[in-house]
């Protein structure tokens, strides 16, 4: 996107703070990927990789303090609500669960203490101050079968309001008038790996038509949909028909939003996709949104005493739901670092109407 392009978005979006929304009326949340802890390689792990423990601990100090910040004149201004329903993490919440012998399940053990021990169900239980809906990622389990997938459907259970049915992986929930929908490493038919393909679905396309057909309806409820792999990644992982499938949703429901995780895009970005491309050029499409990752850093085997992946980033989504529908607008904007979270600011905003339907409070 263009910077002429950035300035006038930001202005659409001052325009609506003035004429839009009341407060009450403004839906705010957080996305972010691939926190991806990383103990120490030890069969009696007591610690982080330097680096991943670096990112983690500045991390959670900058999701503490992100609520009620100020929000720069050329990304709309205002501030950051202080009524952060949550955090989306789309996957890879922890780096050794893809790999076994040796260390590892005692590595996996401790990076997921550590995960949870800042990423809670709720505000109370966790460092970071909102509750945490996650997902998993190929770090997590390739095949959706470790201890790592049993604990996310454990957590699912203790979750206030969300949906789940089937094997209890996938979920859904709302923040008023936004039905939100967690569906796992991508979006597929079925619960296992299919032949010349690399993952299992685990059976999420089927949880999201019965999920959208129960809870959304025709009710043209505005939807985002959150998985792991960029929707744009190789047939082998997403294999064709079933990245076709999630397109007809997309068409026959009012989803406003993809987030996925995975690439580590640093900073965050936004394409488009029309069905047939993914592009930054499309001017209509869905939007497919990279968080960038949260904390994915570690020291670098090259060169001892350096880190690699220090930059990172996470997502302040609002749904801004004015009377009517004429000033009904959804705000994406990106907030980055590139220095392990040493320092860190604001980077982009993306932002256009969308038509939120009255519904019963």
């Known amino acids: 996107m263009s910077q002429i392009r950035e300035l006038s978005i930001a202005a659409c979006v001052c325009m609506t703070a003035i004429t839009g929304a009341a407060a009450d009326d403004r839906v705010a949340f957080l996305v972010g990927g691939d926190p991806q802890y990383l103990a120490e390689k030890s069969d009696e792990p007591s610690r982080l990789d330097p680096y991943s423990e670096q990112a983690s601990v500045r991390m959670v100090q900058v999701l503490k303090q992100f609520a009620g910040r100020t929000i720069p004149k050329r990304l709309g201004a205002g501030k950051v609500s202080k009524n952060i329903r949550g955090l989306i993490v789309t ?3 922890i780096d050794s669960a893809d790999k076994n012998g040796g260390s590892y399940p005692a590595m996996q053990r401790f990076e997921w203490e550590r995960f949870i021990s800042d990423f809670g169900v709720t505000a109370r239980d966790g460092r970071i101050p909102f509750p945490a809906f ?12 470790t201890f790592v997938i049993e604990e996310i459907i454990r957590r699912n259970r203790q979750r206030k309001g969300v949906h789940y049915k089937g094997n209890g992986l996938h979920y859904s929930w709302d923040w008023g008038p936004l039905h939100c929908v967690n569906l796992g490493i991508f979006v597929g038919k079925g619960e296992l790996r299919r032949e010349d393909h690399h993952y299992s679905p685990r059976a999420s396309f089927d949880f999201l ?3 959208l057909a129960t ?3 025709k009710s043209g409820r505005p939807v985002i949909l959150s998985f792991h792999l960029h929707p744009n990644c190789p047939e082998y992982d997403w294999p064709k028909e079933d990245l076709a499938a999630l397109w007809d949703i997309t068409q026959a429901y009012n989803v ?3 987030f996925h995780g995975h690439t580590h895009g640093s900073p965050p970005k936004r394409l488009r996709w029309d ?3 993914f592009s930054t050029r499309l001017e209509n499409g869905v939007d497919v949104f990279d968080p960038d990752d949260l904390a994915a850093a570690k020291s670098d085997r090259r060169n001892p005493g350096q880190g690699v992946g220090l930059r990172h980033g996470f997502l302040y989504v609002e749904l801004i739901d004015s009377p009517g529908t004429e000033h009904d607008r959804f705000v994406v904007r990106s907030y980055a670092t590139k220095d392990n979270w040493a320092t860190h600011d604001w980077d982009k905003i993306w932002s256009k109407h969308i038509a939120v339907p009255d519904l019963p409070r």
């Open 91 to 93: 996957g890879d919440l």
């Open 134 to 145: 996650e997902l998993h990622g190929n770090h997590d389990g390739p095949q959706g079968e």
């Open 209 to 211: 038509t019965n999920d």
């Open 215 to 217: 809870h959304v309806g």
């Open 256 to 258: 406003i939003a993809l």
């Open 275 to 277: 069905g047939k491309e």
